[in-house]
């Protein structure tokens, strides 16, 4: 018993960090790839899209066990949810139990953490327990590259279908035709950036200005139906891959 419960703290919190950035890569490509369908900028695409969105992630963070058998930050990292009485898989009522505490995961971590058994509530409220798994069908050093390898696609799946979503958008032809009307620029990539709220936006996209690398950021407002720029910066710095969305729109 001991040994089943041997640093399962510090595996549980690894996993967890692991699941939220797997999930929430995953949901805003998936976020993308619907984008390429209905484009990020159509009349209440995001409204909806952003709902959906939140769904698959608290989905998984809440009750991945339960809908995929266990979370691949589990899986990786060699632990599994058992009961605490008989050490078998639980039913799914108390799978339910502790992912609805979740929600205060806080609270559930400092718990967890000041807990001499090793449990947070919702393992209490669920007669359940997470330990190490008996048998790995997988070496540890091959479950570290399967999920490095995840992440690294997934990074790669989200900033080109970002990319490739925010070209099809009328506020991107909108800034681009601006740009080259007002300067003598040369689009050389992807957008990499794109923070949306629902009448205003602003992206980033990579230009060549006299042969010289540089960002280019505008920022577009919708009037009457109709994106149009309202101011424009160049940057020698490089931008991340980043998306967000507001339901407010800025102030210009």
Do not use: P
């Given at each position: 018993?001991?040994?089943?419960?041997?640093?399962?703290k510090i595996w549980r919190l690894l996993a967890?960090?692991?699941?939220?950035?797997?999930?929430m890569l995953l949901a805003f490509t998936v976020h993308m790839i619907f984008g390429l369908i209905f484009k990020l900028d159509s009349e209440g695409f995001q409204s909806y899209m952003i709902f959906i969105t939140l769904a698959i992630i608290l989905a998984y963070l809440l009750f991945g066990e339960l809908i995929i058998r266990n979370t691949l930050g589990k899986y990786l990292f060699g632990i599994e949810v058992v009961d605490a009485e008989k050490f078998k898989r639980p039913s799914s009522q108390s799978f339910i139990k502790r992912g609805l505490l979740k929600i205060i995961w806080p609270i559930e971590g400092l718990v967890l953490l000041f807990s001499r058994s090793k449990k947070r509530l919702g393992d209490?409220?669920?007669k359940s327990i997470v330990v190490n798994k008996e048998t790995n069908i997988l070496k540890p050093f091959v479950r570290i590259i399967i999920g490095t390898a995840a992440i690294v696609a997934l990074y790669f799946s989200f900033?080109?279908?970002?990319?490739l979503a925010a070209k099809r958008t009328d506020f991107y032809k909108a800034?681009?035709?601006y740009l080259k009307y007002n300067n003598v620029v040369e689009?050389?990539?992807l957008p990499s950036e794109v923070m949306q709220s629902r009448d205003t936006i602003d992206f980033a996209v990579p230009v060549s200005i006299?042969?010289?690398k540089r960002y280019a950021r505008i920022y577009l407002a919708k009037n009457d139906g109709e994106w149009s720029v309202y101011k424009s910066e160049f940057f020698n710095g490089h931008f991340g891959i980043a998306f967000g969305y507001s339901f407010s729109a800025k102030k210009k």
């Open positions: 018993m001991k040994e089943r419960i041997k640093n399962t967890f960090i692991y699941d939220i950035v797997f999930i209490f409220w669920s900033s080109v279908s970002l990319g800034g681009v035709d689009i050389t990539g006299e042969n010289q």
